[in-house]
């Protein structure tokens, strides 16, 4: 079974490996065996994450990349193939929300500014999923293989209270995935998706703890209407990321989203 979900031979890059998930998922197929890119904004903390990754023995490269940025990825595309080889797997794994685009009690949705609302839809589904597939899907369908893995989130199948933009973004992830699993098929490239649960990281710590680290009355919420009771931590999407890069593990699986979030999506009143 360890053969299986062997990725000695993968290349893999993980746009937003410089987060808290994205870290996690890149460690994940570098234990695997694959060699990992890094690709995003922060060089300092990119280059730490890289030191990480060539500890599990594999080759590992950061790439500064604005993901909006068609030039900015196709540099990084460049040199991953001249460093690392073409690449196999990618993992769009940044996005987020923003404060603007944030309904707060007592605030009208009608006054949400329309720029916030493109800025959520810019950040999770154009440079989260859109140009990265773009840039990297055309390698992978010049060589015949290739498994695309898109970081949606449960609240783009059930919108979340105070998110609007947010949870339409991620509906709209899953939406191109099962599309771009459809057209690509043929080519020999399976598009998937992960749907997080709420794992606490930099962008949403402040809604789920308060400054002396209890819950806030959100963070209860959560945990109260989560069956397992606690929050995820990052390392527990690691089979699900390494199982939908393994050619051999996940070959027939396309268009499909995995649910990583505890019980929450399935819990009623």
């Known amino acids: 079974m360890g053969a299986m979900f062997e990725l000695r031979g993968d290349v893999a890059v993980v746009v937003g490996g410089t987060g808290v998930l994205g870290g996690a998922m890149a460690r994940a197929l570098a234990e695997a065996g694959a060699a990992v890119a890094v690709l995003g904004r922060d060089e300092e903390r990119g280059r730490r994450r890289v030191q990480e990754l ?5 080759p590992a490269l950061f790439a500064r990349v604005d993901a909006l940025d068609r030039g900015s990825l196709e540099a ?14 990618l993992v769009n794994a940044a996005g987020g929300n923003r404060p603007e685009a944030t309904i707060g009690p007592g605030d009208d949705f009608c006054r949400l500014p329309l720029e916030a609302w493109r800025s959520v839809f810019d950040l999770n589904l154009v440079g989260g999923v859109l140009l990265p597939c773009q840039v990297f899907g055309e390698v992978m369908i010049q060589a015949g293989r290739g498994s695309i893995i898109n ?79 606690r929050f995820g931590e990052p390392w527990e999407l690691s089979g699900a990321v390494v199982w939908l890069a393994s050619a051999r593990a996940s070959g027939f699986v396309t268009g499909q989203n995995i649910v990583v979030d505890g019980g929450f999506s399935s819990m009623t009143i």
């Open 151 to 229: 970081i949606a989130s449960m609240a783009g199948i059930t919108p979340l209270s105070r998110v609007p933009a947010y949870s339409a973004a991620k509906a709209a992830v899953l939406n191109l995935t099962q599309w771009l699993a459809r057209e690509w098929a043929r080519f020999g490239v399976r598009v998937n998706a992960i749907s997080p649960g709420f794992f606490p990281a930099e962008q949403n710590r402040r809604l789920l703890y308060d400054e002396h680290g209890n819950y806030t009355e959100r963070g209860r919420a959560i945990i109260g209407h989560t069956p397992m009771g």
């Open 76 to 89: 990084a595309r460049e040199a991953v193939r001249s460093e690392l080889g073409s690449p196999t797997v």
């Open 54 to 58: 060539r500890e599990c023995g594999v």
